[in-house]
């Protein structure tokens, strides 16, 4: 299994402004990943961040909006761009180990922006 | 491309009862994994039950299993003995086990509601 920790746990942000969430996890892992929940909504994959080079990003997300660094296999950084309301939300780190069940998520980060 | 459907998006059971939530879902991929999760008011993602696309035998874990009929494309989960702590929001999510990146892909949800 992986314990994985996510810093902040919860912020309130001013539009405009932005914001880091660490991902933190106690063993090396290969594939790493961010998600993004939206009130009232499932979970939505941002993108999958390689380590030694750039993220790929699913449809609707983008680099400018969504930074995110890998700088070594236990650590990751999403960043959220000049915030707007409708990037109020959880955002969720997310790490796949070798068995094919194992997928395991971080306790989120609550965002919102006002 | 991949599809989760979850049709219910709430559903109530009485308490000690057992519930079905449902899940279909779409894939080319011949090797795939399907999940459950469950998330409470907390946020955070609970992993429940995995079923392979090639397991013979349905998943089971504890008062969890999950019906899978690979043909019809479907993946319920059955909890029996419903308990006021398993209301939460529950997940159908699936990954193609050799393409695709290996990124998991998450239905709606259903909200349980578990009476006493």
């Known amino acids: 299994s992986a314990v994985i920790s996510q810093k902040p746990s919860r912020d309130i942000c001013q539009r405009g402004t932005s914001l880091t969430i660490q991902c933190q996890v106690d063993s090396q892992v290969t594939m790493m990943f961010w998600y993004r929940q939206q009130p009232g909504q499932s979970l939505t994959l941002i993108a999958t961040a390689n380590q030694g080079s750039e993220a790929t990003y699913e449809s609707g997300f983008v680099i400018d909006k969504f930074p995110i660094s890998r700088p070594n296999l236990t650590f990751s950084t999403l960043t959220v761009s000049n915030m707007s309301p409708e990037d109020s939300s959880i955002y969720l780190c997310?790490?796949?180990?070798?068995?094919?069940?194992?997928?395991?998520f971080g306790p989120g980060t609550r965002l919102t922006v006002t | 491309a991949q599809k989760i459907t979850q049709t219910q998006p709430g559903m109530f059971v009485q308490e000690k009862e057992a519930v079905t939530l449902d899940c279909t879902y779409d894939?080319?991929?011949?090797?795939?994994?399907l999940f459950w999760y469950k998330q409470p008011s907390s946020g955070e993602m609970i992993f429940l039950i995995y079923?392979?696309?090639?397991?013979?035998q349905n998943a089971t874990e504890g008062r969890y299993s999950l019906n899978f009929q690979k043909a019809r494309k479907s993946a319920n989960l059955v909890i029996s003995a419903s308990q006021l702590g398993d209301s939460a929001m529950y997940f159908c999510?699936?990954?193609?086990?050799?393409?695709?990146?290996?990124?998991?892909?998450f239905g709606a949800g259903t909200r349980l509601f578990v009476k006493a």
């Open positions: 997310s790490v796949k180990l070798t068995g094919p069940s194992e997928q395991y």
């Open positions: 894939t080319s991929d011949q090797s795939y994994g």
């Open positions: 999510a699936m990954r193609g086990l050799n393409t695709g990146g290996f990124k998991t892909i």
């Open positions: 079923q392979g696309s090639y397991d013979e």
